[in-house]
Nanobody, 122 residues
Framework: VQLVESGGALVPTGGSLTLSCATSGFPFDDYTIAWFRQAPGKERDGVSCIHSADGSIYYADSVKGRFTISADNAKNTVFLRMNSLKPEDTGVYYC????????????????YGQGTPVTVSS
């Protein structure tokens, strides 16, 4: 099983970025793929998640209207499009997968990626 994040970068406030989470080794369509982020000195919090077969999508209140999660089932890849970025969006972004439908904490997920750093300059 692999989850590989990419796309993290340094961007200015108000900028945009798209993160990718390429997965392999498990039935992508039947898993919830979630994005989490961890800011320096803070806990790892959920950002968004998607379940392809079920069609369910969730967003944290802090990113609603700015972030969009999507999935390319042919490539077993989930994307996180981030617009109107703010300094408080800075952190390491991780993707994780679980075979349950719904929004679950980081520790409840089954598989994990290594993270990609995002820095939003003020």
């Amino acid at each position: 099983v692999q989850l590989v994040e990419s796309g993290g970068a340094l961007v200015p406030t108000g900028g945009s970025l798209t993160l990718s989470c390429a997965t392999s080794g498990f039935p992508f369509d039947d898993y919830t793929i979630a994005w989490f982020r961890q800011a320096p000195g803070k806990e790892r919090d959920g950002v968004s998640c998607i379940h392809s077969a079920d069609g369910s999508i969730y967003y944290a209140d802090s990113v609603k209207g700015r972030f969009t999660i999507s999935a390319d089932n042919a490539k077993n890849t989930v994307f996180l499009r981030m617009n109107s970025l703010k300094p408080e969006d800075t952190g390491v972004y991780y993707c994780a997968a679980d075979d349950s439908i719904g929004w679950y904490p980081w520790k409840s997920m089954k598989f994990y990626g290594q993270g990609t750093p995002v820095t939003v300059s003020s």
